[in-house]
């Protein structure tokens, strides 16, 4: 069974930063892929991003240059470093991860943790 804890959404004032965490239950390494997404209220779930077991890493267009995802293998966390944040950043922040056998492939998700930029 494979549980995903996010911890560290909060308020912060537009220009402000935080620092997401996703703790995984057991080793990151049974992932191929892991990633942060984020939900705003009356839209659709958008993938911010990824992070591959090997390292390698893809933003959002609209996060590149203020976010950083990053994982700590020991510690089977995969974080969101979140600089610069502006209002529209406000969203529920998801954390994923995904196991692929072959042509199948399976999603893990976590609770969710709440970011709320205010102007």
């Known amino acids: 069974q494979v549980q995903l804890v996010e911890s560290g959404g909060g308020l912060v004032q537009a220009g402000g930063s935080l620092r997401l965490s996703c703790a995984a239950s057991?080793?990151?390494?049974?992932?191929?892929?892991m990633a942060w997404y984020r939900q705003a209220p009356g839209k659709q779930r958008e993938l911010v991003a990824t992070?591959?077991?090997?390292?390698?890493?893809t933003y959002a267009d609209s996060v590149k240059g203020r976010f950083t995802i990053s994982s700590d293998n020991a510690k089977n966390t995969v974080y969101l470093q979140m600089n610069s944040l502006k209002p529209e950043d406000t969203a529920v922040y998801y954390c994923?991860?995904?196991?692929?056998?072959?042509?199948?492939?399976?999603?893990?998700w976590g609770q969710g943790t709440q970011v709320t930029v205010s102007s």
């Open positions: 994923n991860a995904r196991r692929s056998w072959g042509p199948i492939t399976y999603d893990y």
């Open positions: 057991g080793s990151i390494f049974r992932f191929n892929a």
């Open positions: 992070i591959t077991t090997g390292g390698s890493s």
